[in-house]
């Protein structure tokens, strides 16, 4: 089965925050997705990539932290006892402990919108589609013809230069 | 439980975007994307920070609920709705009968259309076209510039020409920050191998997605762009036949340009000279372009001939009437272009027709049935200084903060002080409304539906997702009651009897050519709305303007030669050795009003920062995080520092929506009337914490607390 997941074209992000404010609203006022800026040049949004071996889910000493059917990684709070651990095998430093509740939480893909058949929301508000939600084969295939159509474009020019004898 | 989804318009920036209210028995709890409406200007429903966030600002606690009257300033005691709209009514109409230029009214780009239309009838049927609005402040100079050029003051194209076009040339416009959205196609057309060319003296998020990045100097946009068309020239890169069959006045632009060599500009802008060569080739050579600008380039006191220039630039490449290129000038609010349409301005009637037009103003004689003024009234800079000479008496102020929003502001409390009469109409408290004598409580866009006009010219309607709280009405009911009472109680458009906003849009249709197949039917049926000009109902609405001929009484584009170069009034010298320029955050909206009664925006963008460059600040001793004080020949402003290299040394940029106007320069551009804002003269030094906080204090309080008293 395919998987889906947020894919982030950093090229694109112009740091507007949307995915943040997004995110927060989904979330009941607090933001899974993180924006990033490099040297005042570029930024970049960081939220769960939710990896295909992912340590988490193999730390969780409690099973709080389990695969959804779509493959989203999810958190059950009822089970989760903030022992911090996926926070410190986690790669990109992204569960988070609340500190009233004293569990961890984390991007869920937008469950809920999810099952109305709906992206989740930082990808469906990115006003320049640096995040998108998809499948990663069909991305990289995406890539891949437009690169290619451009690499056509690019030729079928030169051969009209070259016929015109310039 | 009743769940609703409520499809709006976003009640923020110039693109329009839609999306829906989800509501609950008539109460917003959330939004979602428009992902089922195509054609909207917003494809796939995509929002920025500002749209994702825009139920909040609903839900703030101080929204107004009750009309006031104040006691003193500041102090309002709460009075009914007949009370207000009967003193209100009587104060206009003994002003009126005295002298109606002792009136000045303020329309609103925040607001829709119809109260647009109708204040500004208001103000001409009382006799006076002293009617104006924020346009004055961000775009009079691209209506005026490219008027002169072209014959029409609007946007000529579309997003979709933006997505279309080959190279984009955007100038004075931080397009990324101030119009997310709308920057999408600007990315769309670089994905499928268009040039972007980025003028800006700071390198702004705009500038990350470059291929040429011009870093000039503030106000010193003439030089650069005449050195623009002077290699353009001398290279022969123009379209020839554009320019000989569709323009006139070419001779006067080569003339005008010679002296501006790249080695010139250079000197002038800062510029280096090859990257104007570079820039200009990328720019003639595409074959299809858009020129985008916004604020940076006409807040100048040369502003309109910055625009006639971009005009003059667009047309000798032969960038007009066609898909995929055109000039598109970025309106900030969304409902600029409608309020100009609508005629909240002190020059023309609905339409563009002019005031001083003898057969125009018989027409709407006619059509009002009153005699009209035909004179041309103030703008607002101008009735500030007509208050201060005791001409003007009383304002009429409609979703408008010109405490905040105009140059100057120092000036402007002044005389909002000064002033006998003044009523505010808004939906929260604003600095401004401390001055009013009355104040009466607007719905705000979302609670209220009616037709707004977004950026490239597209109509759309906004349907209303919830309701007003405690007595708040929406600002097409009070503007028609108050025209009731003030007399103006007759059928049809003589009077102002209207049942709803489809009323009052009925008459715009019947009064403005462009508007005249734009009826509240079609657009109730039609959600990705209608481009104007749109001359009958069965017209499909206009994507392309001029695709024959311009709107010039000769029907060619008029190029400007601009031979003098003239930099901002006021250049840095030995006792204000910094230049200032001023900005804005993404997440932030303008004055303030709205954003910053949303948390989720208050937490990311929570206060200004100024800009300078390492190099001015090691020699000011001063480093990120500190607090420093800006001063010109208007005021003094305590403020944060960050050091950065995205900034030109020697400049100082600040983001305006904190108060920052109290330093900005007030000169106005001769034609456009527009004040100088993005350039003036500045010295900085640096200030303790303490002092930045007793400076603060004379500071307008961006979210007042205005003081309910008893009777």
Known sequence: MARKTIFIDFSKCIECRACEVACEREHNGKSFINVFEWQEMAAMALNCRHCETAPCVEVCPTNALYRDKDGAVILAPQRCIGCLMCGIVCPFGIPELDLINKVMGKCDLCAQRRAEGKEPACAATCPTDALIFGDFDEIQRKRREKFTERAIEVAKKAEKISLLGV | MAEKLVPVVCPYCGVGCRFYIKTVDGYPVGIEYATDIPGISNENGKLCPKGNAAVEYLLAKDRLKKPLKAKEQGKFVEISWSEAIKEVAERLKAYAKDDPNQLMFFGSARTFNEPNYLIQKLARMLGTNNVDHCARLCHAPTVTGLKQVFGAGAMTNTYKDIEEANVIFIIGHNYAETHPVGFRYVLKAKERGAKVIVADPRFTRTAWHADIFLQHYPGSDVALINGLIHVIIKEKLYDPKFVRERCVGFDEVVKAVEKFTPEFVEKVTG??????????????????????????????????????????????????????????????????????????????????????????????????????????????????????????????????????????????????????????????????????????????????????????????????????????????????????????????????????????????????????????????????????????????????????????????????????????????????????????????????????????????????????????????????????????????????????RTIKKGVVGVPWHWAANVLTNDALDPVAKIPETKACACRVAKISEEEAKKLMEKLPSIVPRIEVVKG
């Not at chain 2, 709407?364 to 009735?383: D, I, M, Q, R």
């Open chain 2, 271 to 644: 510029v280096p000279a090859e990257l104007i060569v570079e820039a200009a080739r990328t720019f003639a050579t595409a074959g299809k372009g858009v020129i985008t600008w916004a604020m940076g380039l006409t807040q100048h006191t040369h502003g309109t001939e910055n625009v006639k220039l971009l005009g003059t630039l667009a047309a000798i490449c032969g960038y007009q009437g066609k898909e995929g290129a055109g000039c598109s000038p970025m309106r900030g609010q969304n409902n600029v272009q409608g309020a100009c349409d609508m005629a909240a301005l002190p020059n023309v009637f609905p339409g563009y027709q002019a005031v001083t037009s003898e057969e125009k103003r018989k027409f709407f004689e006619e059509f009002w049935g009153v005699e009209l003024s035909g004179e041309v009234g103030l703008t607002t800079v101008e009735a500030a200084y007509a208050v201060d000479e005791g001409k003007v008496k009383a304002y009429y102020v409609m979703g408008e903060n010109p405490v905040i929003s105009e140059a100057n502001a120092n000036h402007v409390m002044h005389v909002l002080e000064k002033l006998e009469f003044m009523v505010v109409q808004d939906i929260v408290p604003t600095p401004t409304m401390e001055f009013a004598d009355i104040v009466l409580p607007a719905a705000a866009m979302l609670e209220n539906e009616g037709s707004l006009t977004n950026t490239e010219r597209r109509v759309q309607w906004s349907f209303q997702a919830a309701k007003p709280p405690g007595e708040a009405r929406p600002d097409w009911w009070i503007i028609s009651e108050i025209g009731k009472a003030v007399g103006f109680d007759k059928d049809g458009s003589k009077g102002f009897i209207y049942n709803d906003a489809a009323d009052v849009l009925r008459e715009i249709n019947a009064c403005t050519p462009q508007y005249r197949g734009i009826t509240p039917e079609r657009l109730k049926a039609n959600l990705a709305g209608i481009h104007w000009p749109c001359p009958s109902p069965d017209h499909p609405g206009t994507r392309v303007l001029y695709k024959e001929r311009f709107l010039t009484p000769d029907g060619k584009a008029h190029l400007a030669a601009v031979p003098e170069y003239k930099g901002p009034v006021e250049l840095p010298d030995e006792e204000y050795p910094f230049l200032l320029t001023t900005y804005r955050y993404v997440g932030m909206y303008h004055t303030l009003t709205m954003t910053a009664r949303s948390d989720a925006l208050n937490k990311r963008w929570p206060e200004p920062l100024a800009e300078i460059h390492p190099d001015d600040a090691a020699k000011l001793g001063i480093k990120t995080g500190d607090w420093i004080k800006i001063e010109t020949r208007r005021g003094v402003y305590p403020i944060k520092v960050k050091v950065t």
